[in-house]
């Protein structure tokens, strides 16, 4: 029988929450994708996708389920290669790692990706989740959104596969195929959950696979062939191989992918995640109850606005944080909370002491920001949020660009711009993609190559060598604003709003701050970020 906590002191527990203040959902309303949650004792952990940023696979920790910090990421570098160090023309928008599955076994945590710019699929592990160093496995083929299962026979497993879902088994430290192991499809079709005459649509995928009360329990996301609906598909049985049972579990604003996850009381929810335009997809707790051997999800078929657990309103300052770039004997040199655009070239960037700041110099020519080394980003969040720094540009070169950006493909930024003979220049610029009616559209947007277009918006000659730049992101219009400040008190607006698009398969990332420098003519010119503040608005950073 699942574990249930009394009804009485669920209903005591439930009303002193909702006394003191209740948990909301989105409980991070930031980027935060294709979640995978364990809990270990009193601790919950999450791992989620960052793709082509570095350090990748990133691992948060929560002692409630609702205000969750940065622990760490399961590798630096994912790769060597031209695609992640934006080498001979190559990128790796939208690629990089996808879906992760995390696990605990045996004193080992283990975090399982897979890759189409490596063509691998990997297996990290560790002891120590929070300090330790991390050993990686890698193997072929790629394993579509594997689900990592260690079942009670000692036998070791991964669940994969898009439409089509399929089981392999693993060396028993999960670090290889396993010779000779079992190999075979167990689920023709996820997507005939939806009925006979609705399949097709978004094949299911997003395996999260989880053994209760003996019955094996698969969760999926899929969309029926009728209309856009993203969904929760489970398929239930009493052996791994089948045969396998299914239903819709939830179809509510397309908030799906995920996996169950039980509290020491004995509550259970399901950690999932919403596409949400521009901001990106963010995690959704959804309450779950059991009925006849199911687990059911939400409130009558909805995601409850509110939670019956601690209030998470400042939950987003475990995720972004303001830095002055001041450090002191031991600390990293960057704090989790920060990543690189794709691989940094680490010797053209540093953080200095007395006073501190982010130098980032320059270390060859680039046509676009898209396809320059070291822009240090942190994520966006809802429903609005505001990014500043303060700029030494004294020691740029011609043709050198550098600012701070909102970054996906179809990006703006406002920076400062070194012309010829010290010259220098605020502007504002915004990228074209070049699509139909580009202007005018709105949220999630299919779009395959990367922006190769740009123009500039606002150009305004600048004097001083010391200058502040200021975007502030509204997802509830999905707008982005620009400003700049010569005192760092009195701001003004630069250029014209952007319009922020969420594009998909390039880039595939909810919108990110960064912080850039990249020259056009003639390499070395550099430039110190004197701090980054972020926060709901500018004059309340965290």
């Known amino acids: ?14 009303f002193l929450c909702y006394q003191t203040s209740a948990a909301q959902n989105p409980v991070v309303w930031a980027d935060v994708p294709d979640v995978s949650t364990i809990r270990v004792g009193d601790t919950y952990y999450m791992s989620s996708t960052t793709m082509h940023m570095s350090p990748g696979l990133p ?9 969750w910090e940065i622990a760490g990421y399961a590798y630096d570098r994912l790769v060597e290669n031209d695609k992640m160090n934006l080498e001979n023309g190559q990128d790796a928008y939208g690629k990089g790692s996808w ?14 990706t897979f890759s189409a710019t490596t063509g691998k699929t ?7 989740i929070e300090n330790g160093t991390w050993q990686a496995h890698e193997f072929a083929p790629v394993l579509h959104d594997n689900s990592l299962f260690f079942d009670d026979d000692g036998r070791v497993y991964m669940i994969y596969g898009g439409g089509k879902i399929s089981l392999v088994e693993l060396k028993a430290d999960a670090s290889d195929l396993k010779s000779g192991g079992t190999h075979k499809v167990i689920i023709e079709n996820v997507n005939e959950a939806f009925g006979e005459n609705e399949v ?15 019955k094996y329990y698969l969760f999926t996301i899929a969309s029926p062939k009728s209309r856009w609906a993203r969904s929760v598909i489970i398929h239930r049985a009493d052996n791994i191989e089948g045969p396998w049972e299914s239903r819709v579990a939830l179809d509510y604003t397309h908030i799906a992918q995920g996996g169950l996850i039980d509290t020491p009381e004995g509550n259970w929810y399901a950690m999932l995640f919403g596409d949400r335009g521009s901001v990106g997809r963010i995690p959704y707790l959804v309450p779950v109850t059991w009925q006849d051997g199911w687990p059911v999800l939400g409130e009558d078929g ?7 657990l601690p209030d998470n309103e400042t939950g987003m300052q475990g995720i972004v944080a303001s830095d002055h770039f001041e450090r002191s004997a031991g600390q990293r040199p960057l704090p989790l909370v920060w990543q690189w655009n794709h691989n940094p070239d680490n010797a053209h960037w540093a953080v200095l002491n007395n006073p501190g700041r982010l130098r980032i110099t320059t270390g060859r020519t680039d046509k676009t920001v898209l396809t320059a080394k070291n822009t240090l980003t942190q994520r966006t969040f809802g429903p609005h949020s505001s990014a500043t720094t303060a700029i030494n540009v004294q020691h740029m070169k011609a043709g050198d660009v550098a600012g701070l950006i909102a970054l996906q493909n179809k990006y703006g930024y406002v920076a400062v711009k070194a012309g010829s003979n010290g010259q220098k220049s605020l502007v504002m610029v915004r990228s074209i993609l070049g699509i139909d009616n580009e202007d005018e559209k709105q949220g999630i947007v299919g779009v395959h190559q990367l922006s190769q277009a740009y123009e500039t918006l606002a150009t305004l000659g600048v004097e001083q060598d010391r200058v502040y730049l200021r975007i502030d992101t509204d997802f509830s219009r999905d707008i982005a ?14 250029g014209k709003p952007l319009q922020m698009l969420y594009t998909f398969t ?26 980054f503040q972020i926060g709901e608005s500018h004059d309340k950073p965290f």
């Open 506 to 531: 390039k880039h595939f990332m909810g919108y990110r701050y960064g912080l850039f420098n990249y020259a056009t003519e003639q390499a070395g010119g550099y430039v110190d970020f004197d701090y």
């Open 59 to 67: 691992i948060m920790k929560s002692s409630d389920l609702v205000n």
């Open 302 to 308: 909805k995601v409850p606005d509110k939670l019956a």
């Open 481 to 494: 604003t620009f400003y700049y400040s010569l005192d760092g008190d009195k701001w003004h607006k630069i």
């Open 1 to 14: 029988m699942i574990k249930r906590i009394g009804v009485f002191s669920s209903l005591v527990f439930a």
């Open 200 to 214: 097709g649509g978004l094949p299911g995928e997003g395996s999260q696979m989880h053994k209760i009360n003996k």
């Open 122 to 128: 990997h297996v990290y592990k560790t002891r120590d």
């Open 99 to 112: 879906a992760s599955s995390l696990r605990y076994h045996n004193g080992m945590f283990y975090a399982a």
